[in-house]
């Protein structure tokens, strides 16, 4: 398995994880709140009925520790022969009910805590004012907040645990699922070299041997280019699966560039394009699987040769940044649309030009990506295409010292 396929399995699990725990978590929460809502309600109701009792048959002062009962009676309040909290009564609300004759209820925050206060018509042209000290209610609910909060802390960590595992059972058949897709491809394609290595060379034979108009002897080129084209597809389809077998050693970037361009050379000789290397003159070393990044470079130089008109001009440049070696190939030909960058890199997309169909690019980013890089295109219609590789440098303890001796100076 790729590093970027492995990245891909990490958020996969990641991403079910999340969503089993968000789940899990909303759930809890949703509980919770109607747990608390109801709580606060009923309590709510409780006393609103005992404030109501309160103004109707309660006596001044008969419960002093929660409750209290003020009564307004030809022009004099009785407020009881116990002590009353500070702030009480609400002698403008008594006054505002005796005049108009409504009821009037609101809540109170004084002296640390909250009180609910009724005021209302009495019996007997009185006027009542009844006040509950909410505070043991208030610590209920403090309680059951902390309980919920507990539960939803817990619901977390479970939820944690089961999305883990459902995105391990999740994730597991499709990995299973690439790692069969990668035998059967690695096996088809070794079994297709063969076949397909004979067929180009029995036309290459047939095309050199046979004396034949030019009409047919074209035709039978144009065959074998195209089983030649086949042979190159199953190259890269065999090259893409085995990139997760194969460990990786110290690699030159730099050399693999200047390869890729002199290999190159004589193509673009023939449409007279201008091929120019920015080589930095010393090593410049990553890790990884040498003939893998070299068809990886290969592929984007030809195919900035396949889309520069001749006369165009290549640029090809290498260089460290960042900690990663950065090689940049870019042409002045067709380019595309800004839209279709992300869709070069993917499979059986048109790659423009000599039976590619579109795995070139694909097995480049796949070659890339397993080397823990990334690969980026840019580009505008008819003003060219800029193609950027970066792969990490690699540790200097793993970098072979014959393959640094070797290097140019």
């Excluded at 580009?379 to 990490?392: E, S, V, W």
Aim: glycine share 10%; net charge negative.
């Amino acid at each position: 398995m790729t590093a970027w396929e492995r990245s891909e399995f990490r958020r996969a699990r990641l991403r079910v994880s999340l969503l089993v725990g968000l789940a899990i978590t909303v759930m809890i929460a949703f509980v919770g709140a109607i747990a608390y809502a109801v709580m606060a309600h009923a309590q709510e109701t409780e006393v609103s009925r005992e404030l109501r009792y309160n103004i109707t048959y309660g006596v001044p002062g008969v419960a002093p520790k929660c409750a209290w009962v003020f009564v307004l009676e030809n022009g004099v309040l009785d407020e009881g022969p116990f002590e009353v909290p500070a702030g009480f009564p609400l002698r403008a609300d008594i006054d505002a009910v005796h005049t108009s004759g409504t009821p009037v209820t609101r809540d109170v925050s004084a002296n640390g805590t909250e009180y609910m206060v009724l005021t209302s018509p009495g019996a007997a042209g009185t006027t009542a004012q009844a006040v509950f000290d909410l505070r043991y209610q208030l610590a209920d609910r403090a309680h059951l907040l902390h309980a919920l909060v507990i539960a939803l802390i817990a619901g977390l960590v479970v939820a944690a645990l089961i999305g883990f595992g459902v995105g391990r059972r999740t994730v597991a058949p499709w990995a299973e699922a690439l790692a069969r897709q990668r035998r059967f491809v690695a096996d088809a394609s070794h079994e297709l070299r063969t076949p397909i290595a004979r067929a180009y060379l029995r036309a290459q034979l047939l095309a050199a041997a046979a004396d034949l108009p030019d009409a047919q002897r074209s035709s039978l080129d144009a065959l074998a280019k195209s089983i030649r084209g086949l042979a190159d597809v199953v190259d890269d389809l065999l090259q893409s699966a085995q990139l997760v077998h194969r460990a990786g050693t110290p690699v030159d970037l730099a050399d693999v560039a200047e390869a890729a361009v002199v290999g190159e050379t004589e193509r673009a000789a023939e449409r007279h394009i201008t091929l120019d290397l920015d080589h930095p003159g010393h090593p410049l070393v990553v890790c990884g699987i040498e003939t893998g990044l070299r068809r990886a470079v290969d592929e984007l130089l030809a195919n900035a040769v396949r889309h520069t008109p001749e006369g165009g001009r290549i640029a090809v440049a290498v260089r460290e940044a960042d900690g990663q070696v950065e090689l940049v190939v870019e042409d002045d030909g067709e380019g595309f649309a800004a839209g279709d960058a992300a869709r070069l890199f993917e499979r059986l997309q048109h790659g423009g030009g000599e039976g590619r169909f579109g795995l070139g690019l694909a097995l480049v980013r796949e070659i890339v990506t397993g080397h823990g890089g990334t690969v980026e295109a840019a580009g505008r219609p008819g003003a060219g295409a800029r193609f950027t590789l970066r792969i990490p440098v690699a540790d200097s303890r793993v970098v072979a010292p014959e393959r640094i001796s070797s290097a140019r100076p």
